[in-house]
Nanobody, 116 residues
C-alpha cells in the first residue's frame, strides 16, 4: 500500500522557520523523483521544490528560491523541506509528491500558517 505522510506543519510567525518531512512507504523510494507542492486558499496547487531520484539538481519556484531547501534521505525513505524566512504568502497546505514515469503519488498534506 503506497503512503506518503507529511508532518511538520503548524503556525509560525513571519521570519520564522519550519521543517516539513514526508515519509514514504509501499514503493521503491530511491527510484522516484520527489517534489513538494502547495495550495493556498482560493489558488491552484503550485510546485514549490523538486529533487530527482539521484538527489542531483534541484528546482525551486522563484518565490521560494534562497529561502527553501529540499533534501532526501533514501535510507529513511524521507524527503524534507526546510523553510526559512517565512512570509504570510507562504501560508498553504503543503503536499508531498512522488513520481516515476506514469506512477504519481500524493500525500494528504500538512498545513503551514504564517501569521503574527
Amino acid at each position: 500500500q503506497v503512503q506518503l505522510v507529511e508532518s511538520g506543519g503548524g503556525l509560525v510567525e513571519p521570519g520564522g522557520s519550519l521543517r516539513l518531512s514526508c515519509v514514504a512507504s509501499g514503493f521503491t523510494f530511491s527510484n522516484y523523483a520527489m517534489k513538494w507542492y502547495r495550495q493556498a486558499p482560493g489558488k491552484e496547487r503550485e510546485l514549490v521544490a523538486a529533487m530527482p531520484s539521484d538527489g542531483g539538481s534541484t528546482n525551486y519556484a522563484d518565490s521560494v528560491k534562497g529561502r527553501f531547501t529540499i533534501s532526501r534521505d533514501n535510507a529513511k525513505r524521507t524527503v524534507y523541506l526546510e523553510m526559512n524566512s517565512l512570509k504570510p504568502e507562504d501560508t498553504a497546505v503543503y503536499y508531498c509528491n512522488a513520481r516515476f514515469y506514469a506512477r504519481n503519488y500524493w500525500g494528504k498534506g500538512t498545513l503551514v500558517t504564517v501569521s503574527s
